[in-house]
């Protein structure tokens, strides 16, 4: 019972270099979110996936773009890191449009920008 | 913009205490609202959802309600354990934009034996 994988766990990498994020979900969910956390702030949304082959910016996405692969992988790629955007970055999915249906997360990439 | 308060921020309770948590947002415009506990280096568990249309939510020693028309939820936990220990998140969507949920900074809850 995979859920929501994202890859990898942990990451350092040096000002200016580039990185995707992966994220994967197994529950045959049409929607799909990426979301930042930082010390002392709740969870924002970068970028969302309503449904395959549709992407929206949510509250911060500068310096961010998003790809919707297939209705299973939604990946979030930092073109040029900068310092600002060591965070955790958590990746969820739900089946909206079905009812009301709960998020499912999972467990976050842990990302440091030196 | 939604914006999502939740008081305390921190809470220190010794096992078997019954607790309140509260959370209150802006936009009463709502489809629903999800409790979530996250533990220290994990991603975040979803506890309730709760539909606008309903006033509450049961699931084991948890309870969520909902005012929608004040903005306020809260969450009771009963007979508190230490396995309990963690941060509580509340998180409205808002109506205008389905599915985006928006977080509190949350409560972090510590149940001492």
């Known amino acids: 019972n995979a859920g929501v994988t994202q890859t990898p766990k942990f990451q350092v990498l040096k000002t200016g270099q580039s990185m995707t994020l992966q994220c994967a979900q197994d529950m045959n969910h049409n929607s799909m979110y990426w979301y930042r956390q930082d010390p002392g702030m709740g969870l924002r949304l970068i970028y969302y996936?309503?449904?395959?082959?549709?992407?929206d910016k949510g509250e911060v996405p500068n310096g961010y773009n998003v790809s919707r692969l297939n209705k299973r992988e939604f990946s979030l790629r930092l073109e040029s890191a900068a310092p600002s955007q060591t965070s955790v970055y958590f990746c969820?999915?739900?089946?909206?449009?079905?009812?009301?249906?709960?998020?499912?997360f999972g467990d976050g990439t842990r990302l440091s920008i030196l | 913009k939604q914006e999502v308060t939740q008081i305390p921020a921190a809470l220190s309770v010794p096992e078997g205490e019954n607790l309140v948590l509260n959370c209150s947002f802006t936009d009463s415009a709502i489809y629903n609202l999800q409790w979530f506990r996250q533990d220290p280096g994990k991603g975040l568990t979803s506890l309730l959802l709760?539909?606008?249309?309903?006033r509450e939510q049961t699931s084991g020693r948890l309870n969520a309600s909902l005012d929608k028309s004040s903005g306020r939820s809260t969450l009771y936990i009963a007979a508190s354990q230490p396995g309990d220990s963690a941060t509580y998140l509340c998180?409205?969507?808002?109506?205008?934009?389905?599915?985006?949920?928006?977080f509190g900074r949350g409560t972090q809850l510590t149940v001492w034996p």
């Open positions: 709760i539909q606008s249309s309903q």
């Open positions: 998180a409205p969507d808002r109506g205008s934009t389905l599915g985006r949920l928006y």
């Open positions: 969820a999915s739900s089946r909206q449009g079905q009812g009301n249906q709960p998020q499912h």
């Open positions: 996936s309503a449904s395959e082959g549709t992407t």
